[in-house]
């Protein structure tokens, strides 16, 4: 059910990984891939070329061979942090879960930092979360 009142309870947990383990895909804007690009010191193209795979509408990341969902999870947590794309960089503030709290307490049985720390208004993290609908417009 949608809910644009009330609160909800998030903060990141220090050394966790759970939400790039989740099976999914990692998707980027433009944006994005020329900032990791960079990051990594290649040429966007290698980049692309390397790692995203292009349908009409969406770029996302190919899923690494063998185990794991992203291939930028590495011992330490995420190896391009600065840059990681939006959908990343939000979770687990994306529209379908801050505005729906079902879904919410389905995220929370593997992000352990929902029901922690910070009080937040459901409608400032929905207006965080909006930057999804601007970052991924083919899916909102
Ligand atoms: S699963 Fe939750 S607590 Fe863990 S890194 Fe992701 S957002 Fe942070
Ligand atoms: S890009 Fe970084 S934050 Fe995003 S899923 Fe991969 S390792 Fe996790």
């Not at 011992?75 to 729906?100: A, M, N, T, Y």
């Amino acid at each position: 059910m949608a809910a644009t009142s009330g609160t909800i309870q998030f903060t990141c947990q220090p050394g966790c990984t759970k939400c790039c383990e989740v099976t999914g895909y990692v998707y980027f804007t433009e944006a994005d891939i020329r900032n990791a690009a960079r990051f990594l010191g290649v040429a966007k193209a290698a980049f692309e070329k390397q790692y995203i795979y292009r349908t009409a509408h969406q770029r996302r990341m190919r899923k690494p061979r063998g185990k794991g969902q992203c291939h930028f999870l590495k011992d330490g947590g995420c190896s391009i942090h600065p840059v990681k794309p939006v959908q990343c960089r939000l979770f687990p503030f994306w529209p379908e879960l801050v505005g729906d709290r079902k879904e919410w307490r389905k995220t929370a049985s593997f992000c352990p930092g929902i029901g922690k720390g910070e009080l937040i208004q459901i409608g400032t993290a929905l207006e965080q979360a909006s930057e999804m609908t601007t970052a991924y417009p083919g899916f909102y």
